[in-house]
């Protein structure tokens, strides 16, 4: 399988590079910056530059061919919330209209538990919950991609167990090294298209726990 | 005609909720802090506390009646992209909601020119474009309310000339006042219901420019 990881020099997109590279599926790192390629580059993996802050035309060039794209850039708490607004808002909306442009069907969100709830955003970081949330809701209603919005609990830099909780779920952490397997994991799984899947440490093996999704 | 006005005592807001007053239009004007009333007293004009930080439910209780609903509230640029997102975005999608609630259906929103083509937006503002296009498009594609979103060009602060351009807008100003006219003058206009009309000073009178939507 050929995937485009968009952010993938953030935590969680190293980590799914990674997994994806040790799988043996064609993973290419999409980057911001050239300094970022070093990792990849130490890891045998390939890099390409993304623009979030261009055009999704450009973009669409860049993502054609390949069968699925996971997106997990954020611009983080270092900068302002206008890149909020342009990066994990827009430059999202820009990469669902770019996958659209290449033809690429499967696309994988990272967002956030409770993302599509205003009344349970955290507080601390509402502008963020709303920048997913908005970024979401256009890919459950604006477009024809097969989706998956993974929304993991607070988010730990603990070893992964492997285990994970996706019903009934209220709040929680999770590993990034468990959500990184989550969505390597759910990326050839048709019954996880077109659901909004929460993600927290739990009790069931993620393949498993995906099966009843 | 029983007409809210969210974001009055902006200078849009003001001078819609003015004019309307004038026209002899039932008109309360939505304002956040208490000390925005003297304004409106003083114009006998009534006045409602409405926090776009709230809930829409609650929202929706205070525009419970009216006839229409002005969405011209903005952040401003005194605070930050914070504000951008929770106010000019996810306010403005609150009031959508909540003039669902209430069952109000004429919905006018104060937008910007070009405000629905990324490709045009202001470099200077563009987290500000952003927050604007998405709330336009919610407007557009996620409720069933009988909008009309107005897109201005530059504003000015010039006494308005009565006269506006609407077709074949490619940049321009216009007055505040005038816009404030324009919003005021396609309220009861049923051929604006579901359009965007870009607004610059031109040389048409603004009732008879409306007529040709």
Redesign the interface.
Known sequence: MKVFVIGANGNIGRLISQQLNEKGEEVVAGIRKPEQAAFFEDHDIKTAHVDLLG?PEEMGVTLDGFDAIIFTAGSGGKT???M???VD??GAVKSMQAAEIAGVKRYIMVSALWAEN??RWNDAI??YY??K??AD??LR??TNLDYTIVEPGALTFDKGVGKINISGVEGGSVAREDVARTVVALLDQPQTIKRTIPVITGDTPIKEALKNV
């Open positions: 055009r302002g919330d206008d909020t607004l342009l808002l827009d205003r009344n509402r502008p709303a920048a949330f908005y809701e256009w209603t604006r």
